[in-house]
């Protein structure tokens, strides 16, 4: 896999440098509102910028990545208000690589999720979604975005049926990754750029030769499942306070689930074995 240089990359992580920014756009739409949407997202984005936010390095999902969020993806959205709440706290913000979604630039304020979906385009990054969701205690999300946005077959010329799962789908994306990423044990590998790097020469027991070519001109992260055999730790670790379901019986004797909160404490290291995962 390639992973080439973005402006949209480039832009946000040099805040001192203005060039990236003439290879920055919006697709060019006949509908005035639609684009003067988009133009307005942009703009948004550029404040945030001025701001310069710590965005982190670019993180490439892998496929067994994803095959760990899809696994825990319920568990996380029976708390979905408290993991927004939590990121909004945490000022949680950071630019993904997704291979079917583009590059999503997203973001975390007044408890809101704003999201910016990049694609692109001969050289260019073009702004092709902007909108915000916010999660109610009754875990109920609200979108907010131009109504008539995915209608545009300029933007999504897709099957009607797919349109409207469009924004649950990078949504659902979003917090089930942020929330694996920081609730499972998890490794990364970071690629240098310019370089060419093996997968199964840094994974152990990785079973296909996955390569991945960075010529993003910036280090990036890759998430994966798949690691070494043993994992040893011998320092004291800090947990953070986390919730769980916590097996419990009523009192008629019957067994229920019940979201509870974990306080924060410092556990000792660790020696166990590592998950490997097997092909499908």
Known sequence: MVIRKQAIISWLLTPDDNEPENRLGVPMVDNKEHFGYLSNGLGHLAEIRDAKPDWG?????????EKVM??????????????FHEFYNDNVCGILLSRDCGTIVYGFGENRLY??????????SK???YFYAESTKDNIRNIYTWPT??????LFDIPEEEKS??????????????A???YVKVDTIIVPPGTITRLDDKIYDYRTKDKIRNESGQKVIVMDSRWFRKIVNDNNIFVRGFFRFQNKKNERGEWYKELIFVDSYVRNGYHRNALIEKEG
């Open 57 to 65: 390095l670019p993180e490439l999902i892998m496929p067994s990545f």
């Open 127 to 129: 702004l092709y979604m």
């Open 149 to 154: 946005l995915l209608n545009d077959k300029q």
């Open 70 to 83: 899809q696994k825990s993806a319920k568990k996380f959205f029976d708390i979905d208000h408290q993991l």
């Open 165 to 178: 799962l469009i924004y649950g789908k990078i949504i659902n994306k979003l917090i089930v990754y942020l």
């Open 180 to 182: 694996v990423k920081k």
């Open 115 to 124: 999201v910016w979906l990049f694609h692109e385009e001969e050289g260019y």
